[in-house]
């Protein structure tokens, strides 16, 4: 990265960023790459947590783990398009098509 001019704007910008900015900028994009790798965890650790549900004095049906199982296989792909989304718009953000 170049180091910034006198009044903190990278060199070479004509938007009049400054590099904090831009660090701040990639910092948030690297974070929501970071959530997307860990997702695929997170659908895993929620599909077996009915395991843990074996509590014999609860009642739990397996309409209600049914349910359970397809909310959060439902959720996954959402989580992932907000994700793609928000990568989409940080990484590009001066490109109005990327806005979308």
Do not use: H, K
Not at 23 to 39: K, S, T, Y
Not at 93 to 98: L, S
Request: glycine letters at 8%; proline letters at 8%.
């Amino acid at each position: 990265m170049s180091e910034p001019d006198a009044s903190g704007r990278a060199p070479g910008r004509g938007s009049g960023i400054t590099s904090f900015e831009l660090e701040q900028r990639n910092f948030r994009r690297r974070r929501i790459v970071d959530a997307a790798c860990v997702l695929p965890f997170i659908g895993l650790f929620l599909w077996l947590l009915p395991l843990l549900w074996r509590d014999p004095s609860a009642q739990t049906t397996t309409s209600g783990v049914l349910i359970y199982l397809f909310a959060v296989w439902a959720a996954l792909p959402v989580a992932t398009g907000l994700l793609i989304r928000a990568i989409r718009r940080a990484s590009a953000p001066d490109r109005p098509e990327a806005r979308r």
